[in-house]
DNA sequence: CTGAAAGCGCTTACAG
DNA sequence: CTGAAAGCGCTTACAG
């Protein structure tokens, strides 16, 4: 089966009559309807969708932008996989279809954006892993295509965004740490620009003094997102001076080589030192003593962040009246083993 | 920055000249074309996509078929974002952006895949995790879209595809646990239609008769292809009569899982069960006792499954003269602690 | 070397 | 309720 066209002289009608009966629209009758559905359906014929979007100026076709370079792919986890699922819930219900666009290692994510934008393969944009100062937020703005991030940035300073409670993670962390009578409580910070490292810091550092706590710059440990950036953050705790007694991560699996590396020096975790972990990944579900960590619904999240890009899309905004523009997530505390211990308690 | 239109009534000149300059046509004077191209770089002037597909009846886009059920999200692993940066390398020489296309969980693969390929989002798809009889390689094959699977099927006797080397795999873990005194070697297999569970088994089965081991069905565990299957597969493996003194694991995640349920019913990996893993991921290089694994470079994979492609699209066939059709990718053996022993080798 | 025109496949006012 | 026609943005023979 070609086009239209085809399918029309096949049923000998015009072509507006098909679209238009392939389109659901009123104005057809319903057994040339019938006739028309049953023979796309045995032709096996869909729309072009070159010529729709064309036509319609619109594509139908929602983005989500990952980065696929070859380091970030080693230490990826499923967060982005973990949220199609509850974005494709929601898109399916307005005919939208879900595209991944990977952004090459060696392309700079902002001209691949661009690109992709001004082709206008997509009608809207999902980006994630903003930076503090992130051009994305700028260029989206500017070109009036909607869109939502996963993480706040300082570039615009009211667009539509979703971002994890870094803030309630950190604070509720040293919270626990300190009740249990930890005073040199070290945290791990992404030695990228991404902003969420800037949050979980700051919140950190709040909490502590104000639960009296002083806080010491040596105890934030700056190190990549991976699990090797958890191996080499444990190496770097146990260079320090009058060594922490807890440690609170940033990234779930930072846990996995932070784990291997504390072993390999015979610290007992959840004895000698205390570990708090980001976010619960599966596969550190294995890790012994369980670790205590946050826990969050990738699919409630994928809902949440699709829901807030149609309230921003001019087609769909009308079902999202109350489509908040920005929120911040919550996780849930799960106590594990790896940090079940009190200062100055008998061993 | 609207249309060619704008930017031709910009520069005063016809679209048609517009469009040969920006496209690198030779018959455009020189002076003209930079005055284009500077001008659309200025504006920020990117063809429409549609209007080229239309006009050229291609999309310069491939299409990544991925599944994204929440069940397979959860144990997912990186296997296609490593594969996608060795995809890219390939398609960025032709100016061909590689896509992403989640299926969702509650909808048929295979009617996804035909609405995709209807509407005409792609020029080509590349397809994973083929199953035996898989309508998708029929579908592809029927509609005379270019494609590539990742892995084989039975499904159509002659179409391109590259598959992981499970002969070579279950045949090497065969020979060496049997070199080393094991005659009770379990397999894991996956309990759904996929083929290369097919394909492994048959090679366990095999080699092990050539070595002139008898085959027991019953050590063949069939078992999700996840974290929780390995774990599933060490229980069951626990309750068998003549308990194997090796298994051989088929899918990365599986070792998680299995030493999780070993380690609780006090069995000694490497002492009393020889474990042998399938593939070297990332997220299983913690396990201790290290794993004995096999290894492959996704990156690779990728670069080859792009060459294949390519080889197979009429507008690139011509750079891809020795484009193979079929590859059995190698994999190389890791060795570990996990089977670091001999039967009836003093403890 | 450049311009005018056709046409890719569709949807949608507009007439009837 | 249906058909004929315009036009979305582009590329490409075809003239000149």
Not at 12 to 24: E, F, M, Y
Not at 176 to 203: K, M, Q, W
Not at 326 to 340: F, K, Q, T
């Amino acid at each position: 089966m070609k086009g239209i066209r085809q399918l029309a002289e096949h049923l000998d009608i015009s072509i507006g009559t098909v679209s238009r009966a392939l389109n659901g629209k009123p104005d057809v009758n319903e057994e040339t309807r019938r006739r028309v559905l049953a023979t796309a359906e045995q032709l096996g014929y869909v729309a072009n969708q070159s010529g729709r979007s064309l036509r319609q100026g619109e594509t139908k076709v929602i983005g989500l932008m990952i980065e696929s370079g070859q380091e970030t792919v080693e230490n990826a986890d499923n967060f982005f996989l973990g949220v199609t699922s509850g974005l494709q819930s929601v898109f399916a219900r307005h005919k939208l279809d879900l595209l991944m666009l990977p952004c090459p290692g060696d392309e700079d994510p902002c001209e691949y954006l661009k690109r992709m934008v001004a082709r206008r393969v997509v009608d809207a944009m999902i980006i994630s892993n903003t930076l503090r100062i992130d051009r994305r937020v700028d260029l989206l703005s500017r070109a009036k295509i909607p869109f939502v991030a996963v993480g706040r940035s300082l570039s615009a300073d009211n667009f539509p965004w979703i971002d994890l409670d870094f803030e309630g993670v950190a604070e509720r962390a040293v919270e626990r740490l300190v009740a249990r009578g930890h005073r040199r409580i070290a945290i791990t910070a992404p030695s990228s620009d991404v902003n969420l490292g800037y949050v979980f810091v700051e919140s950190y550092r709040r909490t502590l003094e104000r639960l009296g706590v002083p806080f010491d710059p040596l105890l934030v440990i700056r190190v990549k997102s991976s699990e090797q950036g958890g191996y080499q953050a444990a190496h770097e705790l146990l260079q320090l001076e009058d060594r922490p007694t807890a440690v609170i991560l940033i990234y779930e699996l930072m846990a996995i080589g932070l784990y291997r590396r504390l072993m390999e020096s015979g610290i007992r975790i959840g004895r000698d030192l205390a570990v708090i972990g980001f976010r619960d990944a599966p596969r550190a579900r294995f890790l012994q003593p369980s670790l205590s960590c946050f826990r969050m619904s990738l699919y409630d999240l994928g809902i949440a962040l699709g829901q807030i890009l149609l309230a921003n899309m001019p087609a769909h905004r009308a079902s999202y009246p109350d489509g908040g523009r920005n929120i911040i997530w919550p996780l849930e505390l799960v106590p594990g083993e790896s940090d079940a211990f009190e200062i100055g308690a008998p061993a």
